[in-house]
């Protein structure tokens, strides 16, 4: 089966997403990103702009050595020829020649204002550069596709100036036209309605480009592929400028699994979770919890209610089986909780809670006085977990007994705060009185406890500190509102999430901290 040929899934990440704010990608960050998208098997990798900026004409040249594509293709990007420069003398159409990928995506101005105003020149002499740069690249053995900036908006001022910058580059030899909604501003009646007049009049191959402006990105470009369009173009987890472009993997999804169209390699959508939270790693913009299909909350339930329908049949409050896109099932434990979803958590973490009518009720109202307190299980899987144990076995897992902390935090003017902090404990039976030092009280606790730990139980020398979130939670109550700390712990394999509450945040940090080393040396089998 060609894919390439039958219907086509372009990624911009690398190029339109990377305009995102805050995002900024090395060279090897765009390598590593493209090695995850051919694992997803997309077809096209729109790779930059070589020509525009070094770090893109560097990365297609590394790309030829270091790239071993499986599924896609790259792309370079760029635009056409200026006015008054013929295509074979621009140097910029000279870095697309020369970067070595099989597929060139050209901008043009097919909105009539935008050719006068910014490009400053004819609207015939667009429509000269268009078929210009167009027929040069084909001629030097490249494919192109040509993204029409701003069409919609063109299509609505001047429909036939629009259509004809479509037939111009399709004569000259494209083989598809994107149509881009660059300002996203359009809804999916109009897409849909432009599409079928696009195909109907020019007869030209029709892809979409769509912005998430109106919030419609995806939807926008599932109205286009309705209408006709064969090619659609996103970003991996929705990046882009403003409120970023399509996100491919809901695009995709929705084809494959809602409209049953095979538009990737068999089995590969099964990849896409592990992919998008790969992504996100390499670009440190934490992956969204509630991103449609692989975010961690897309198939998480909290309601008592959900909880008790899922226990019957999982698909009653889901509407697909989260392992078509390599995601699981969550059952979240708050103050909403009831019975079910305690049973199913439990079930979750290893417990059959199910026989023990007494013992499930006795945890879900401890569950709700804690979360009244300010404990949350919902992210804090791991704190659950030895709540659970200590109801069902009788006992909380003890690895060693605190005598006391304390610490305490110096500043001299001109010099940055340093705290030091001793932590008394028994551990294995013997009596450890440690101090350490961090760059603040929090990080000072963290190296006197493990420094402690340490000499009893070595394992703990895998277990690493790897994200802190505070919450203020009644801050009407200033400075003297309780606090809620969430702490991830990491053992190089595997992370876990505990929680801590109390009067400062020093204090709920601790009962996190505490938690994380108790949680990762039971898993460590101590």
């Not at 060609?2 to 339109?16: E, I, K, M, P």
């Not at 704010?21 to 060279?27: M, W, Y």
């Not at 909604?181 to 999916?188: A, E, F, H, R, V």
Request: with cysteine.
């Amino acid at each position: 089966m060609d894919l390439h040929g039958g219907f086509h899934v372009y990624d911009t990440t690398l190029r339109d997403g990377a305009q995102q704010e805050g995002l900024n990608l090395t060279v090897a960050d765009k390598l590593s990103i493209a090695r995850q998208l051919d694992g997803l098997g997309v077809g096209y990798i729109e790779g930059g702009w070589p020509g525009a900026n070094p770090k893109d004409t560097e990365f297609f040249r590394r790309a030829q050595q270091e790239l071993d594509l499986k599924h896609a293709k790259l792309a370079a990007f760029g635009a056409t020829r200026r006015a008054g420069v013929k295509a074979a003398d621009d140097p910029l159409v000279a870095a697309l020649r020369d970067s070595g990928a099989p597929v060139v995506t050209l901008v043009a101005k097919s909105h009539d204002r935008h050719v006068e105003l910014a490009l400053r020149t004819t609207l015939e002499e667009n429509l000269a550069m268009i078929r210009d740069t167009v027929s040069h690249l084909r001629a030097e053995g490249q494919e192109v596709f040509l993204d029409a900036e701003h069409f919609f908006n063109g299509y609505r001022d001047n429909r036939d100036y629009a259509l004809e910058v479509l037939r111009t580059a399709y004569d000259a030899g494209a083989s598809v036209i994107a149509l881009c909604d660059t300002n996203g501003g359009m809804l999916p009646s109009w897409v849909s309605d432009t599409v079928h007049d696009v195909i109907e009049s020019t007869g030209v191959r029709v892809g979409i480009h769509a912005h998430n402006d109106t919030g419609c990105a995806v939807a926008n470009s599932l109205a286009a592929v309705d209408a006709g369009a064969s090619h659609v173009q996103g970003c991996i987890n929705g990046y882009g400028e403003r409120t970023g472009n399509a996100d491919l993997v809901a695009v995709v999804a929705n084809l494959e699994l809602k409209l049953d169209r095979t538009v990737l390699p068999p089995g590969l959508l099964g990849e896409a979770t592990r992919i998008a939270h790969a992504v996100a790693e390499v670009t440190n913009f934490p992956p969204a919890s509630r991103q449609p299909y692989v975010g961690s909350s897309a198939f998480a339930h909290k309601a008592g209610l959900h909880a008790s329908a899922i226990k019957v049949d999982p698909n009653l409050y889901q509407h697909m089986d989260p392992a078509g896109v390599g995601n699981d099932m969550r059952l979240l434990v708050s103050d909403m909780a009831g019975r079910a979803s305690i049973e199913l958590k439990g079930r979750e973490l290893g417990f059959d809670l199910s026989g023990d009518r007494d013992l499930v009720t006795r945890i879900t109202e401890r569950v709700k006085v804690l979360e009244s307190r300010g404990y949350t299980f919902e992210a804090a899987d791991a704190s659950f977990e030895l709540l659970l144990l200590e109801e069902v076995e009788g006992r909380r897992p003890s690895y060693f007994d605190v005598e006391s902390w304390r610490v305490i935090t110096e500043t001299r003017p001109g010099d940055d705060a340093v705290s030091e902090a001793t932590v008394k404990l028994l551990a294995d039976g013997v009596r450890y009185v440690v101090t350490g030092e961090g760059n603040g009280p929090v990080n000072a606790l963290d190296q006197a406890l493990r420094a402690a730990i340490e000499q009893a139980y070595p394992d703990i020398a895998k277990l690493e500190l790897i994200d802190y979130k505070v919450r203020i939670l009644d801050q009407g109550h200033g400075t003297d509102a309780i606090t809620r700390v969430l702490i991830e712990t990491s053992d190089g394999e595997s992370s876990w999430v505990t929680v801590g509450v109390g009067a400062n945040v020093i204090e709920a940090s601790w009962g996190a901290l505490v938690d994380g080393v108790t949680f990762g040396l039971r898993k460590h089998e101590v």
